[in-house]
């Protein structure tokens, strides 16, 4: 059964102080691995998708890594506009997405 | 990005009561649609995934004759929550894949559905 956990489960910064979110990842046949941001009340926003071990990715503030067994979601810098929920999904040959439990993150002024 | 459109946006119903959720994809054409639910502090589930013109696959645990998936064109699905119950609150999203499969996967703003 295809199993997708995420670390830590809330993260609370400081504008400004860097940190890393973590998805790992249990699953046969990995098509790709899916970022996401989730504002409250809101479908999931589309960050990045990951399909080989050592590919990297970045946008902004953020850069997501990929290896055989787990995701990172590096955070430089961040500012209060990107607190969210963090989602992790993981995608096999057949098409399914398998979503992690989510990270909340808050960043302070 | 690509537009995807759910309606309503949020519904409160009593409960027995059927309530119909469209999902749309406002600039491109899906073969391919998921849907998934989330309850409250909770990550996403997927409920279904049906392709345009056939029926739906509903994953283990959800009822097919409860939620009733229509996907009668590649910019249009129908999800109806039959018969609602308090348990059927909670927040429902589509996911169209578009044809062609890039490598983005859409989600829609999801509907809020509560049942008194």
């Known amino acids: 059964e295809d199993q997708v956990t995420q670390s830590p489960e809330a993260l609370r910064l400081q504008e400004g102080e860097s940190s890393s979110l973590n998805c790992s990842y249990t699953?046969?046949?990995?098509?790709?691995l899916f970022w996401y941001r989730q504002d409250p009340g809101k479908g999931p926003e589309f960050l990045f998708t990951?399909?080989?071990a050592g590919e990297e990715k970045e946008k902004e503030r953020l850069k997501a890594t990929l290896t055989k067994k787990e995701s990172f979601l590096h955070i430089t810098a961040p500012k209060p506009e990107d607190s969210a929920t963090y989602l992790c999904?993981?995608?096999?040959?057949?098409?399914?997405?398998?979503f992690g439990q989510g990270t909340i993150l808050t960043v302070h002024p | 990005g690509a537009v995807v459109s759910q309606h309503p946006s949020w519904v409160i119903c009593k409960s027995g009561t059927s309530v119909k959720i469209e999902c749309r994809s406002l600039?491109?054409?899906?073969?391919?649609m998921f849907w998934y639910r989330q309850f409250p502090k909770q990550s996403l589930m997927l409920m279904a995934t049906?392709?345009?013109?056939?029926?739906?696959?509903?994953e283990q645990g959800v009822e097919k004759d409860k939620f009733l998936i229509n996907h009668a064109s590649l910019t249009l699905s129908t999800l109806t929550v039959t018969s609602a119950h308090p348990e059927d609150s909670s927040f429902y999203i589509c996911?169209?894949?578009?044809?062609?499969?890039?490598?983005?996967?859409?989600f829609g703003p999801g509907t809020r559905l509560l049942v008194l």
């Open positions: 996911s169209p894949e578009p044809r062609g499969g890039e490598e983005t996967q859409y």
């Open positions: 999904a993981v995608q096999t040959s057949y098409g399914k997405l398998t």
């Open positions: 699953v046969s046949g990995l098509r790709g």
């Open positions: 990951l399909y080989s």
């Open positions: 049906s392709n345009e013109g056939s029926k739906a696959t509903y």
């Open positions: 600039d491109f054409q899906a073969t391919t």
